[in-house]
């Protein structure tokens, strides 16, 4: 046998640039996304609950081999999560809690895995079926109380917002993802041009605050990596890992700041519900999702051992009742759930997506940086659409994972291995080692090891040099 088929056997298949069964795990998750209204969701042990989980545990076995290989590899934090947190639960007897662990790891490592990859225009073609479709139950059916134009929504609404789901979040994280993808390059945004005017007017006016702002992050900080003259990888990672902890903390003392501004209209009617003459606490429990995170924490911190609650219904063990009087779901913050659930071993997934920001800084991969502190503010915000059966989620966790390599313009015009090129600005095709400094004397050495290789035969070279695309 020679060394090239050696090599060949020994080595795992290159990833496809499209992957079907993640393309038909979208399909399914927003279909039944769209099958149900504002104030519902599926309930447990319904038809629909029922194909969301059985897709999310099924379509991922056509990549297993893969999956594999991801939880060995670059995915070793996430077993080491699934592990710890999973034997201390089952030794609880918290079966539940250990079935959905072990959902959330096998759909993670499967969308982390090198196969996990969407084509653009795949991805194009399902958000403008999603349109017709929304459109067609907007006109037939009394699913969708959202207008689709402004001014057509019911007042108690608000009548300048509009959503094609009958749930606006929806349409609003739908189209920010879309946003997001086909401003990887300017040439990407020119070609799609129409669909990414149409993402735009559903995202502006569906008045979804938290992707407002996601999207004023993104375009920000776009506009200070691409203003940069070779942007070194420690700058990328330092600069997104901060914003990105910095946002949620800016939100979790808004309190402070909206308690001297509640008086101006514009302020109150936006961030408050109108309302004026509300104390600091009033205003924290309002704006909500700081105070979930405190009530999140107390349950991580009164919990045995640190190891979390496992399952439980956060409206019976909600340390505070809301003053506004409303129920909590208590499921919109992810990472703070986690913690009240799996305990200190969620720190590893959180550790997870920071290494994974690591990679894409080493890469020099702008966009993606750029995209990680408005995907934490959504985790931190809306973590209900990161649940495993969620595509919207699914979306935003490959940007995180994968960065640029995720997306690929044309299902046919990039080699199976390879990714696409998504930044202009030259530091994107030059990975570098995250302290940004190289000895010069290295240097000589790769240099020198370079014409060596270059004088190899075809052959030889072929089997010495690791397939693209692994990390």
């Known amino acids: ?143 969708n109380q959202w207008g689709l134009v402004p001014g057509t929504t019911a007042e108690h609404y608000g009548v300048w917002r509009v959503s094609y789901f009958s749930n606006i979040a929806m349409s609003a994280m739908l189209s920010l993802a879309v946003t997001m993808v086909l401003t990887r390059t300017m040439a990407s945004a020119r070609a799609h041009s129409l669909v990414l005017g149409l ?32 942007p070194s990888p420690r700058s990328l990672f330092w600069t997104a890992l901060l914003v990105g902890i910095g946002i949620n903390l800016m939100i979790a003392t808004t309190n402070v700041v909206l308690e001297h501004l509640q008086e101006f209209p514009v302020i109150s009617r936006l961030f408050l519900r109108g309302e004026t003459g509300l104390t600091p606490e009033e205003i924290r429990e309002q704006a909500y999702r700081p105070w979930l995170w405190m009530q999140h924490l107390i349950l991580f911190e009164t919990s045995p051992f640190l190891m979390g609650l496992g399952v439980f219904e956060f409206s019976e063990v909600q340390p505070e ?29 959180v550790l997870y997506l920071i290494s994974r920001l690591r990679e894409s800084a080493r890469q020099c991969d702008l966009w993606a940086c750029a995209c990680f502190p408005p995907i934490i503010l959504l985790v931190m915000q809306w973590g209900n659409f990161f649940h495993p059966t969620d595509a919207i989620g699914a979306i935003f966790f490959l940007m995180i994972v994968h960065g640029s390599k995720a997306f690929a313009d044309d299902a046919s015009a990039l080699p199976a291995s390879e990714g696409p090129v998504t930044d202009l600005d030259e530091a994107a095709a030059h990975p570098q080692p995250l302290g940004n400094e190289v000895d010069g004397a290295a240097q000589a050495k790769e240099s020198e090891a370079g014409v060596q290789a270059r004088t190899l035969a075809p052959g030889r070279n072929a089997a010495i040099h690791p397939v693209p695309g692994q990390s």
Do not use: K
């Open 1 to 143: 046998m020679t060394e090239v088929a050696a090599a060949t056997l020994s080595t795992p298949p290159p990833p496809r640039t499209r992957n079907l069964a993640l393309l038909a795990f979208i399909v399914l998750s927003l279909s039944v996304s769209m099958a149900t209204t504002q104030e519902e969701t599926p309930e447990i042990g319904s038809p629909l609950y029922w194909a969301l989980v059985i897709g999310a545990a099924l379509l991922p076995l056509l990549d297993v081999g893969a999956i594999y290989r991801t939880l060995f590899g670059r995915g070793l934090l996430l077993l080491g999560f699934a592990l710890t947190a999973g034997s201390w639960h089952l030794l609880t007897g918290d079966l539940r809690v250990v079935l959905q662990l072990g959902l959330m790891v096998w759909v993670a490592a499967w969308l982390s895995s090198d196969n996990a990859r969407l084509c653009v225009r795949d991805l194009l073609g399902v958000y403008l079926a999603s349109v017709v479709v929304g459109v067609a139950l907007w006109l037939l059916t009394d699913l």
């Open 199 to 230: 993402a735009l007017y559903f995202l502006v006016f569906s008045f979804v605050r938290t992707a407002l702002i996601a999207l004023l992050l993104y375009v920000a900080l776009r506009w200070w990596f691409a203003r940069q003259d070779h």
């Open 321 to 349: 009742a809301l003053l506004v009087g409303t129920t909590p779901a208590g499921n919109e913050a992810l990472l703070t759930r986690l913690l009240a659930t799996y305990g200190l071993p969620a720190l590893l997934f």
